[in-house]
C-alpha cells in the first residue's frame, strides 16, 4: 500500500542475518523441552519434580527481568555491543548447564542463559537498518524463524538426545551462541545511526498507560497463560509418553513429528480466514476455548498413549493458532506510535509465563501428580475464555509508518490532526523526534491520494 518498492539488499541481509540470530538462541531454549524432564531425573537433586520444572523454566524469570532493560541499554551503550554482551551470557549459560553434575548447576546455567535476553535490543537493531514502510516484513520474518524454530526443536530435540544427550545439547546452544556473535560481526550490517522507535522499543514513559490499557492487559494474562501451559506440559508428558507408550525418549519425535504436522494443517486456514474475512476474534476465541478442552482432556488422557496423542493434536492446533495471532491482535489493538512498548511488555508476560509454568508444574507434580498440572492449566485457561469473550470487537486495521521531515511540535500536532482527517486513517500519532507517522488505517476506505499529498515523501 501507497509504496510498491521492494526490500533493499541491505534490508534483506538485516532481517535473515537477525531473524538468524533470533532463531539460533530460540533453537538453544526449544531443543532440551521435549526431552529434559527425563534426563533431569536422574541427576542428583532431580527425582524431585520441583526442582525439574525449576530449571525448565528458570530462564524464563530472569529474561523476563532483563527483557527491557537491555533494550533500553541499547540506546546507550550501541545495539551490537548489548547483543555481543547477551551472547556470551547465553554461551556460558549454556556451558555451566552442560558442565553441571545435579540439577541445582543446571537451575543457575538456566538462569545464566535467560539473562542474555537479547530480543528487544535485537528488534532494535532491526528498526534501525529497515526503512518505516518495510518493518512489519521484517518483524514477519522473525516471527515466522522463530514459530519454524519451536516446531523443528520438537523433533530434532529427542534425535539429538539420543545422539549426544542433554549435556550436548546444552555445549551445542553455547557454540551456536558463540557463532551467532560472528553472524552479526559479519553478516548484519552496521546502521548508519540509531535513534529510538516507538513502533520496536519500550518508551518508560508509556509504560503505565500500555499496562492500564484493558484490551492489552488481557492479552498479556493470555500469553503468560499460554506459555506457563505450555512450560508445565513439559514436566509431565515427556514421562507420560515414556510410561503409557514404552517410547523412550529419543524416539519421542515420533510422537511430535505427526501432531506439528497436523497442527499446521488446521493453523494456516484458521489463520488466513481471520485475516481476511475480519473475523480474528472469533477465531481468537474458538482458539481459546479448544486449548482448554485440551487441558481438560488431558486430565485423563495423561494415562493413555492415544489420548496423549490426541489431546496434544488439539493443544497444538490451538496453541500454533495463537501463537501466530496474538501479535497481530497486538499490533490492532496498541495505541498508535505505542506498539514498542506494548510488544516489550507483551514479551514479559510471555517469559514470566515460562518461569511460573515450570515451576508450578514442577510442584503440582510433585505432590498431586500429573493430573493436577493439567488442571492448574485448564484453571488458567478457563479465566483466558472469559477475559477473550469480554474483548471489545478487533478493528479492521493496519499500522502504516512513513518518514516525515524535520519538524517543530506544533508542526507535529497539526500534521497529526490533518492525517487523522483523511478517509481510512482511524488513528495518526506524529513523533516529531523520530521524524515517523504512525497511523491506523482500514485499508478498504482509505483515501490514499489524499495520504500521499500529505507525505509526498511516500
Do not use: C
Not at 533453537?27 to 525449576?54: D, K, N, Q, R, W
Amino acid at each position: 500500500m501507497l509504496s510498491s518498492e521492494r526490500m533493499s539488499p541491505l534490508e534483506l541481509r538485516a532481517s535473515i542475518g537477525l531473524a538468524s540470530i533470533y532463531g539460533l538462541r530460540m533453537l538453544g531454549m526449544f531443543l532440551i523441552l521435549p526431552v529434559f524432564a527425563v534426563y533431569a531425573e536422574h541427576l542428583p537433586g532431580g527425582e524431585s519434580h520441583t526442582l525439574i520444572g525449576l530449571a525448565l523454566g528458570m530462564y524464563g524469570l530472569t529474561q523476563a527481568i532483563l527483557q527491557l532493560p537491555f533494550g533500553m541499554a541499547s540506546d546507550h551503550f550501541g545495539r551490537k555491543r548489548v547483543i555481543y554482551f547477551g551472547l556470551l551470557l547465553f554461551a556460558l549459560g549454556s556451558f555451566v548447564a552442560a558442565s553441571a553434575h545435579d540439577i541445582y548447576m543446571v537451575i543457575i546455567g538456566r538462569a545464566i542463559q535467560g539473562a542474555g535476553a537479547i530480543s528487544a535490543a535485537v528488534t532494535a537493531l532491526l528498526a534501525d537498518l529497515t526503512r518505516e514502510e518495510h518493518r512489519t516484513k521484517a518483524m514477519a520474518v522473525i516471527g515466522m524463524t522463530i514459530g519454524l524454530t519451536f516446531a523443528l526443536s520438537l523433533v530434532l530435540g529427542p534425535a539429538l538426545y539420543h545422539l549426544i544427550n542433554i549435556p550436548g545439547i546444552f555445549a551445542m546452544t553455547g557454540v551456536l551462541a558463540l557463532l551467532a556473535i560472528v553472524v552479526v560481526k559479519t553478516a548484519v550490517p552496521d546502521p548508519r545511526h540509531s535513534h529510538f522507535h516507538s513502533d520496536a522499543e519500550a518508551a518508560p514513559a508509556k509504560l503505565r498507560d500500555v499496562l492500564r490499557n484493558r484490551e492489552l492487559s488481557r492479552l498479556n494474562f493470555g500469553i503468560f497463560a499460554l506459555h506457563a501451559v505450555q512450560m508445565s506440559m513439559f514436566v509431565v508428558v515427556p514421562f507420560a509418553l515414556k510410561q503409557t507408550g514404552g517410547i523412550d525418549a529419543n524416539h519421542h519425535w515420533q510422537v511430535y513429528l505427526p501432531v506439528m504436522i497436523i497442527s499446521f494443517l488446521f493453523m494456516v486456514p484458521a489463520i488466513i480466514y481471520g485475516e481476511k474475512k475480519a473475523r480474528l476474534k472469533e477465531v481468537f476465541i474458538a482458539s481459546v476455548a479448544l486449548m482448554l478442552a485440551a487441558q481438560l482432556a488431558f486430565i485423563t488422557a495423561i494415562q493413555h498413549f492415544w489420548g496423549i496423542f490426541i489431546a496434544l493434536s488439539v493443544y497444538f492446533v490451538a496453541f500454533n493458532i495463537l501463537e501466530a495471532s496474538l501479535p497481530s491482535i497486538i499490533s490492532k489493538i496498541a495505541p498508535a506510535g505505542s506498539k514498542g512498548t506494548a510488544i516489550g511488555v507483551y514479551n514479559t508476560f510471555q517469559s514470566l509465563g515460562f518461569f511460573v509454568g515450570g515451576a508450578m508444574g514442577g510442584l503440582l507434580s510433585s505432590y498431586f501428580g500429573a493430573s493436577a498440572v493439567f488442571m492448574f492449566g485448564a484453571g488458567l485457561i478457563g479465566v483466558w475464555l472469559v477475559l477473550a469473550f469480554r474483548m471489545k470487537p478487533l478493528p479492521a486495521v493496519k499500522n502504516l509508518m512513513f518518514p516525515v521531515r524535520e519538524l517543530s511540535a506544533a508542526e507535529a500536532r497539526r500534521l497529526e490532526e490533518r492525517l487523522a482527517g483523511v478517509r481510512g486513517v482511524t488513528e495518526a500519532k506524529v513523533i516529531a523526534e523520530e521524524n515517523t507517522a504512525y497511523l491506523k488505517v482500514d485499508g478498504r476506505r482509505l483515501d490514499e491520494q489524499a495520504l500521499r499529498a500529505l507525505l509526498p515523501s511516500t
